[in-house]
Structure formats: structure tokens, C-alpha cells
């Protein structure tokens, strides 16, 4: 046993994920293919979110529903703070003036490169909770103002680095472009893996619906790429998200929420983001 999962558990999920980036890495988005379709890049997605609802089953079955739960709740929030990912891509690469083929490219071995570092953060943020129980109170306060962050900033691409928003157009490499997405993923990610830390400390779980939210993340943007100017409240919702899970990493002593009711309080953000988002219609363009 490591990290509260078996050998063959370990190696069974990972060659599912080459699997899964093999196929990703082609579809949508085939050489030749001028633009990646909106169709093909949301039914990746969807086919993505069906072999995680099937992998939350299969913990289910071997772990118990609490185990599948968690995993569910990971992937939700992982999956939701990832949304604002997207707005930072889409800035990177018209900054870049990437075209859509390119940023293909660029968002697999993007993809392929977060897994990577997203696998150290965790071991790193799992040791730290399991010997330092204090650890706990310093990342709930750090969620708490990345969620004021993000209110405050009302944009995504407010609260990456200046250098990274003045970045240059590539002449003919991508390996700026990849680098660039690894780095704001990073960012990102620093405050998403704490965010999953407060709904589960065991390795396995954080790390597999980590992992599974990250793996939709390129169709994901392909087939938002249109609507993403449409979410004009979706800052003040993920604000909402991290306060709550930064509330329930700081009283966790004192107030124990059950899993399926912090499910419920996830769903209740988003669902409400996505209603105000949508009745509000796009965000206007400055002229």
C-alpha cells in the first residue's frame, strides 16, 4: 500500500490516463484538421466526465461511498476553479496569436505537464497536513484571500503576473507557449489542490480527482472558447467556492458538514453563477 491505495491501483489508473492522453491528443483537433469542432471537443468532455463518474463508481464498490464521494467532490471543484484557466489561456494565446491548431498542440503537452506538477504538490500538501495539523489553519487562510483575490481583481487574468500578460508573440516555437501554460497552471493550481485538501487528506483521492479534472481540461477549453465571455459573474461564484472550502478546512474541528451536504453547497454556487451569468447575458466589450 502507498498513499492509501494498492500497487496495481497506482499503476491501473495511470495507464488509463496515457490511454486517455493518447486519444486526447488527437481528437479533437486531427492534423489537417483547420479548427477544432465544438461538438467533438464537448463530447471528449463528456466522455471524459463518463469515465470518471465510472471510476467514482469502481472507489465505490472497493472503498465505500464516502471514498466516492470525496473523489466526486474533488473532481467538482477542481473541475470549477480549472474554468478560470481557460480565461488565462485564451489571454496567452491571443497574446501569442496562436491559432486554434496550435494551441492544440500547445494544450496537450500542457495538459501532459500539469499532471507532472500537480502529483508533487500533493504529496507535498498531503505530508505537510499529516505532520503539521496547524498547516490546516494557514491553507484555509490563504484560500480565504485567494477568494477575496478573486473577487476583488473580477477577472482571471488580473491576478497572474504582469511579465505573463505583456508576453510576446512566439516566432514559430511553442515552447514558450507550453511554458507559459505549465506556469499559470501552477498558479492556479495553488490554490485549487488546497481547495480538494479540505474535502479529503487521503493521497489517492485528492490526487486521481485531481488528475481526472485535469485530463478534460484542453476539450473543456475548445468547447467553451465561445462562450467564455458569456460568464461575466463566474469570479464572484469561484470566489463563493474557495470561502466555502476555506470555511470547512478552518472549522473542521468544530463543525463537521457531511459530504454530501458540501456537495450540495458546491452545486448550489455554481448552478446559481451559471443562472445569474446567463440571464446578465455577455460582458460588453469596451470600444
Known amino acids: 500500500m502507498i498513499g492509501g491505495a494498492s500497487w496495481t491501483w497506482w499503476i ?70 480549472s474554468i478560470d484557466n481557460l480565461f488565462v489561456f485564451l489571454i496567452l494565446f491571443q497574446g501569442f496569436e496562436i491559432g486554434a491548431q496550435r494551441q492544440h498542440k500547445a494544450l496537450t503537452w500542457g495538459v501532459a505537464g500539469a499532471i507532472v506538477l500537480r502529483a508533487a504538490f500533493i504529496a507535498i500538501g498531503v505530508t505537510l497536513l499529516r505532520r503539521f495539523a496547524w498547516i490546516t489553519y494557514v491553507l484555509g487562510a490563504f484560500l480565504l484571500y ?28 511553442l515552447l514558450p507557449v507550453i511554458l507559459a501554460v505549465e506556469f499559470t497552471d501552477l498558479i492556479f493550481a495553488v490554490d485549487s489542490i488546497p481547495a480538494v485538501l479540505a ?69 448550489s454556487i455554481l448552478a446559481v453563477c451559471a443562472i445569474v451569468s446567463a440571464i446578465a447575458g455577455p460582458k460588453a466589450t469596451s470600444q
Open 12 to 81: 491501473g489508473f495511470h495507464l488509463v490516463v496515457v490511454a486517455l492522453l493518447a486519444v486526447d491528443s488527437i481528437l479533437p483537433g486531427r492534423r489537417g484538421q483547420a479548427k477544432p469542432s465544438h461538438w467533438a471537443a464537448w463530447l471528449w468532455t463528456v466522455c471524459l466526465a463518463i469515465a470518471a463518474a465510472l471510476f467514482a463508481g469502481w472507489i465505490a464498490l472497493r472503498q465505500g461511498h464516502v471514498q466516492a464521494l470525496q473523489f466526486f467532490a474533488g473532481y467538482a471543484i477542481e473541475t470549477s476553479l
Open 146 to 173: 485567494a477568494a477575496w483575490r478573486l473577487v476583488r481583481e473580477r477577472s482571471a487574468s488580473q491576478i497572474i503576473p504582469a511579465w505573463i500578460r505583456r508576453l510576446q508573440p512566439a516566432k514559430g516555437s
Open 199 to 267: 474535502i479529503s487528506h487521503d493521497p489517492f483521492i485528492v490526487y486521481t480527482s485531481n488528475i481526472a479534472a485535469v485530463l478534460g481540461l484542453r476539450s473543456l477549453y475548445f468547447g467553451l472558447s465561445g462562450l467564455l465571455d458569456r460568464m461575466r459573474y463566474l469570479h464572484y461564484g469561484l470566489g463563493a467556492l474557495l470561502a466555502f472550502v476555506a470555511f470547512k478546512m478552518l472549522t473542521a474541528h468544530w463543525v463537521d458538514l457531511s459530504i454530501t451536504l458540501s456537495l450540495a453547497i458546491i452545486g
